[in-house]
C-alpha cells in the first residue's frame, strides 16, 4: 500500500540513493518501458533507470507531466526518452505505443507495469464504479502491457540478452485492508499473476517479478471519495515513518541490472518500522 505525497516533507532526503550514487551504465543499452510514468514510483524508475544509462519509454495519462519528466531526464542525464500519453485500459492505444516505441528507441527488453489506482471504502458503502476501475487499471491494463511488449522481451532472451517483466503489485495482496477489498483482490491477483508467469516465461530467459511496495509517498489513494477511509489512510501513515518513491525505485533498479542468471522473484519494500 502507498501513502499520499503529503508527507514527503517528514522523511528524510532521499537524494542520497546508494544506485543513483553506485556504478553508472548499469543498464547501458536497454530499452525500457514504464506504465503510470507521470508520477510517483513510475517517474521515480524512470530517473533511475535513465542515470543508469537505459533508454526510456514514458507511459501515462497526464502528457504535461510526462513532457516536464522527459525534458528533465534528457537534461540531467542525456537520456534518450519518449513519452506517450497512453491509458492503459486502451489495448488498441498500447499496441499503436508499442509500435511508436520499437520504431522511435528499439525494441523494448525491459518493461514495468506500474499504472495503477487504489480507492478504498468499505464494502457496502464502495461506489462500484470505483471497483470497475481498479480492475481496468490495477488488473487488466497491467495484462494489456505484458500481453503487448511480450513478444519484445521473449526475442530478447533468446538473443542472450536480459529480459525483465516487473509487475507493481502491493503489500495488499498479502496483508489484509478490512476498506480495501477490492484493491487488495486486484494485488492478490496480479502478485499470482506474476508467478504463474515467471513458471511460463522463466524457463524461456525472461525474469518476472512483483514488487510489493508498503506505505510510500506516491500519489496513489489521493483521489479517493470515501472520506473516513482517507482519513484513516493518513492515521496509517503517521504512525511510520514511511519509504518514498526513490525507496522503491532503488529497489527495481537493483533487481534488473543484476546478472541475467538471478532473478529476485518476488520484492517486498516496507519501512524498517514495520519490521
Do not use: C
Not at 522523511?11 to 543498464?27: D, E, I, K, T, W
Not at 534518450?80 to 528507441?105: F, H, M, N, Y
Not at 484493491?183 to 492478490?188: D, N
Amino acid at each position: 500500500m502507498t501513502t499520499n505525497a503529503n508527507v514527503a516533507d517528514n522523511l528524510p532526503n532521499s537524494s542520497s540513493s546508494p544506485v543513483a550514487g553506485g556504478p553508472a551504465r548499469l543498464l547501458a543499452g536497454r530499452v525500457a518501458v514504464i506504465t503510470g510514468a507521470s508520477a510517483g514510483i513510475g517517474a521515480a524508475t524512470a530517473h533511475r533507470f535513465a542515470a543508469a544509462g537505459a533508454t526510456v519509454a514514458l507511459l501515462g495519462r497526464r502528457s504535461r507531466l510526462l513532457e516536464d519528466l522527459a525534458a528533465t531526464l534528457r537534461k540531467e542525464h542525456s537520456a534518450k526518452v519518449l513519452p506517450l500519453a497512453v491509458d492503459v485500459t486502451d489495448a488498441a492505444a498500447l499496441t499503436t505505443a508499442a509500435s511508436t516505441i520499437r520504431a522511435t528507441l528499439g525494441r523494448p527488453d525491459l518493461v514495468v507495469a506500474n499504472a495503477g489506482v487504489m480507492l478504498g471504502a468499505p464494502f457496502e458503502e464502495a461506489d462500484t464504479a470505483e471497483w470497475d476501475q481498479m480492475i481496468d487499471v490495477n488488473l487488466r491494463g497491467l495484462l494489456a502491457t505484458g500481453r503487448v511488449f511480450i513478444t519484445d522481451l521473449l526475442d530478447a532472451a533468446e538473443a542472450g540478452r536480459p529480459a525483465d517483466l516487473v509487475n507493481l503489485s502491493s503489500i495488499a495482496a498479502e496483508v489484509i485492508f478490512s476498506d480495501y477489498p477490492v484493491y487488495g483482490a486486484t494485488k492478490a491477483a496480479v502478485t499470482q499473476l506474476t508467478r504463474n508467469l515467471r513458471a511460463s516465461l522463466g524457463p524461456r530467459g525472461v525474469r518476472v517479478r512483483s514488487v510489493d511496495p508498503a506505505f510510500a509517498v506516491t500519489e496513489l489513494g489521493a483521489d479517493m471519495a470515501h472520506e473516513a477511509t482517507r482519513t484513516g489512510l493518513d492515521r496509517m501513515r503517521s504512525a511510520i515513518t514511511a519509504i518514498t518513491a526513490e525507496d522503491v525505485a532503488d529497489a527495481i533498479t537493483y533487481s534488473v541490472a543484476v546478472p541475467a542468471r538471478v532473478n529476485i522473484a518476488e520484492l517486498t519494500v516496507v519501512p524498517t518500522q514495520l519490521g
